[in-house]
């Protein structure tokens, strides 16, 4: 189990270069960047299945789980981008981000898992270091004339945390199957940019680099490693761990001299990463079975 969430926490690493890869591919639109990138993160799947990295599953695939993984991915960043552009980004990115704390209570609803109250308490504690980034220390407000960007913040955390939880409910489905999920959300996304957007290309050798950055990680190879942490790892521990996505984003950001660290980003980094020990305590500090005495 330790194994598989530390798989599924690669996927948030790799979310963490989102914002500077997005930032790095120009002005090319919203739906039409995730059309590009989801059908990179498609391809991806492809080579891995010629290359027998990624074999095929077998067994059928239930109806259901073509829903739960054509509607979570692309309800997701349908959601996302409605309420970019009908909310401001600070309120819109705050409520987006509540979807980790909603894997971590929705977990106590599935069979065999047992919510404790660190996983809660851990989960908080990431909240909290997510909103010191998210509103940079200078708070947030809500006005009544965004409700409906603010609405759809709120869909777009519930689709991803359901997605998640939902996935953990079809552990005999290969992870190979994102590679379907992928291509759906590409053809989807750009069904709404010829609908909503006008196309601009990259220019430049550099924005098509981060075109294909955003398609081989965090809009593509995350998914396969996020696929196979929420079916077999410790669902709890990744929930609370995904508050270090923003975090390590801003990090990023700093390194590459797009943001300036602050005490605002020391506190966060402290919150989220003992949210993340607190969560993951089981895991770390694993009780020792008592020894047996044995009899001569």
Same mark, same amino acid.
């Given at each position: 189990?330790?194994?598989?969430?530390?798989?599924?926490?690669?996927?948030?690493?790799?979310? !963490?270069? %989102?914002?500077? =890869? +997005?930032?790095? #591919?120009?002005?090319?639109?919203?739906?039409?960047?995730? /059309?590009? @990138?989801?059908?990179?993160?498609?391809?991806?799947?492809?080579?891995?299945?010629?290359?027998?990295?990624?074999?095929?599953?077998?067994?059928?695939?239930?109806?259901?789980?073509?829903?739960?993984?054509?509607?979570?991915?692309?309800?997701?960043?349908?959601?996302?981008?409605?309420?970019?552009?009908?909310?401001?980004?600070?309120?819109?990115?705050?409520?987006?981000?509540?979807?980790?704390?909603?894997?971590?209570?929705?977990?106590?609803?599935?069979?065999?898992?047992?919510?404790?109250?660190?996983?809660?308490?851990?989960?908080?504690?990431?909240?909290?270091?997510?909103?010191?980034?998210?509103?940079?220390?200078?708070?947030?407000?809500?006005?009544?004339?965004?409700?409906?960007?603010?609405?759809? !913040?709120? %869909?777009?955390? =519930? +689709?991803?945390? #359901?997605?998640?939880?939902?996935?953990?409910?079809?552990? /005999?489905? @290969?992870?190979?199957?994102?590679?379907?999920?992928?291509?759906?959300?590409?053809?989807?996304?750009?069904?709404?940019?010829?609908?909503?957007?006008?196309?601009?290309?990259?220019?430049?050798?550099?924005?098509?680099?981060?075109?294909?950055?955003?398609?081989?990680?965090?809009?593509?190879?995350?998914?396969?490693?996020?696929?196979?942490?929420?079916?077999?790892?410790?669902?709890?521990?990744?929930?609370?761990?995904?508050?270090?996505?923003?975090?390590?984003?801003?990090?990023?950001?700093?390194?590459?001299?797009?943001?300036?660290?602050?005490?605002?980003?020391?506190?966060?980094?402290?919150?989220?990463?003992?949210?993340?020990?607190?969560?993951?305590?089981?895991?770390?500090?694993?009780?020792?079975?008592?020894?047996?005495?044995?009899?001569?």
């Amino acid at each position: 189990m330790a194994r598989a969430t530390l798989i599924g926490f690669s996927a948030v690493v790799m979310w !963490a270069l %989102l914002a500077l =890869f +997005t930032d790095a #591919s120009g002005r090319v639109p919203p739906f039409q960047l995730s /059309a590009m @990138a989801f059908t990179i993160g498609a391809a991806l799947g492809f080579v891995a299945r010629l290359a027998g990295a990624s074999p095929a599953s077998q067994a059928p695939i239930p109806p259901l789980a073509w829903v739960v993984g054509i509607a979570g991915l692309f309800g997701y960043h349908f959601f996302y981008f409605s309420a970019l552009r009908n909310a401001p980004a600070v309120e819109a990115s705050l409520i987006a981000y509540l979807w980790p704390l909603l894997i971590v209570l929705g977990s106590a609803m599935l069979p065999g898992e047992r919510l404790g109250w660190h996983h809660v308490v851990g989960a908080l504690m990431g909240l909290a270091g997510a909103a010191l980034i998210v509103t940079r220390g200078v708070g947030f407000a809500f006005e009544s004339r965004y409700a409906f960007g603010y609405g759809m !913040a709120v %869909l777009c955390a =519930f +689709t991803w945390s #359901s997605y998640s939880l939902m996935s953990r409910r079809f552990p /005999a489905v @290969a992870t190979s199957i994102v590679t379907w999920f992928c291509l759906a959300t590409a053809v989807l996304s750009l069904a709404c940019h010829l609908l909503l957007e006008e196309t601009v290309w990259p220019s430049g050798w550099l924005q098509w680099a981060a075109v294909a950055g955003l398609g081989l990680m965090p809009v593509g190879g995350a998914f396969y490693a996020w696929d196979h942490g929420v079916k077999r790892g410790n669902i709890q521990v990744l929930g609370a761990a995904s508050y270090a996505a923003p975090l390590l984003s801003t990090l990023v950001l700093i390194a590459f001299g797009f943001a300036e660290p602050t005490l605002n980003i020391l506190a966060a980094c402290l919150l989220i990463t003992a949210g993340a020990a607190l969560a993951a305590k089981n895991m770390i500090w694993r009780r020792k079975a008592p020894a047996v005495a044995v009899e001569p």
